[in-house]
Structures are given as C-alpha cells and as structure tokens.
C-alpha cells in the first residue's frame, strides 16, 4: 500500500529565503505526483503536475522534482513571501490512476 | 466558472439526522472522488468513482452512500450522522495522467 511522508511538518523561514519541502513515497509505481497548496479554510489549489516520466516541472518561483526509482520529490520556493505561507501538500497518483495518496502536509509560514 | 463544486460550503447538523452532499465538475473527467480531511488535516479517500461506477471504496462505514447520476456528478449522502463525522469533505475530479482538481470543501459539523 502506497504511503507518502513529507518533511518538515512544519516550517517558518523570513522572507526572502530559498525552501525546499521533502515528499517521498514507498511505491516507486506511480503515474504521477502532484503538488498542491491549501489555505487554511479552504480548498486545495493544484501548483505542478510532473509526469512518472519527467524529472521536473517550474512554474513561476516553483520548481518540484521527482526521482522516481528513490521515492522522493522535491518543492523548490525562490525568494519566498509571506503569501507563499500555506500548507504544501503532495500527493502520488497510482499507475491504475484511481486516486491520490496523499502525504501530511507541511505548514509553510514565511514571516515579513 | 468552477470547475469543481460542491455544496453546501457549510452543514451543521445534529447527531442522528441523515445529510447529503452535492458535487458536479464541469470538466468532462471520466473520475470524481470524495475525500476526508481530518482534524489533523490529513487527506484519505473515501471512494473513486470511474464513468460512474465505484472503483474504490476505501472501508468507510456503510453510512456514507455516494451516488453517481452521470459523469459529471457524485453526491455523498451520510445516514444516521455521528458526532466522529464531523471533518471537511472535498469532492475531486481528474482525467487519468492530467491532476486532480479539487472542490472548495464542505466543512460538516455534527452536534
């Protein structure tokens, strides 16, 4: 059964800082890994979509990763503002592509 | 437009009473989902739907009865309430390789 972790659960940095959010998973079968971003309230909002047989995905100041024979992805957050603080989250998509296992969650605060 | 929606946003009921909730994506996705975010805000499924037949029903009680009309809709109703319901329930929908998108949430409480 597929289990995904994220590390750290929790984290505060000042602005301006480079991050990175861990996420790894135990079954290297997946079809896809995706990242998404919660506010606290509210829904979850799709940041990168990186395909099994893609290595990254970039989007503005985002970048994420996927080594997929290690488990692991990770979110690259450049210059990080007090609107990137949300809770990240990371979730695989099993190769029979009936749904999403998700990890923890990490609670991004970025302070001013 | 939404192209994932579910209502109501907010449902506060009493134990015991039987409730429903509403999801429609405007997407044309073959799948849609319902997930449990728990207090501790950990996502789990709850069950996947394909073209409108049950793929996955991931050992929730047999209270919680989704429904899937056609493509576009999977409702969540839930009999005989109780008070460990209370969660925020997400609705999502996704084409096979292409992401999930995810409803605004229903946050249930029951009291």
């Known amino acids: 059964k597929q289990e995904v972790t994220q590390i750290p659960a929790a984290l505060s940095v000042p602005e301006g800082e480079n991050l990175v959010l861990n996420c790894s998973f135990t079954?290297?079968?997946?079809?896809?890994l995706q990242w998404f971003r919660q506010d606290p309230g509210k829904g979850l909002t799709s940041l990168l979509l990186i395909q099994s047989s893609q290595r990254e995905q970039t989007s503005g100041r985002l970048n994420a990763s996927l080594d997929k024979s290690s488990g692991r992805s990770t979110l690259y957050i450049a210059a990080s503002q007090p609107g990137d603080s949300a809770t990240y989250l990371c979730a695989v998509e099993g190769n029979a592509g009936n749904m999403l296992t998700f990890g923890g969650g990490t609670r991004l605060m970025v302070k001013p | 437009d939404t192209a994932v929606s579910q209502t109501p946003k907010y449902l506060v009921t009493q134990m015991g009473n039987d409730k429903s909730i509403k999801c429609e994506q405007n997407l044309g996705h073959d799948t849609m989902y319902w997930y449990k975010q728990d207090s501790k805000k950990f996502l789990k499924i709850m069950f996947s739907y394909n073209n409108k037949e049950l793929i996955i029903n991931e050992t929730v009680p047999n209270r919680f009865s989704p429904k899937s009309p056609d493509k576009a809709h999977l409702n969540l109703h839930i009999n005989s309430l109780e008070l460990g319901d209370s969660a925020v329930y997400f609705c999502?929908?996704?084409?096979w390789g292409r992401g999930a998108f995810f409803g605004q949430g229903t946050r249930l409480t029951v009291v």
């Open positions: 999502a929908s996704s084409q």
């Open positions: 079954d290297s079968a997946i079809y896809n």
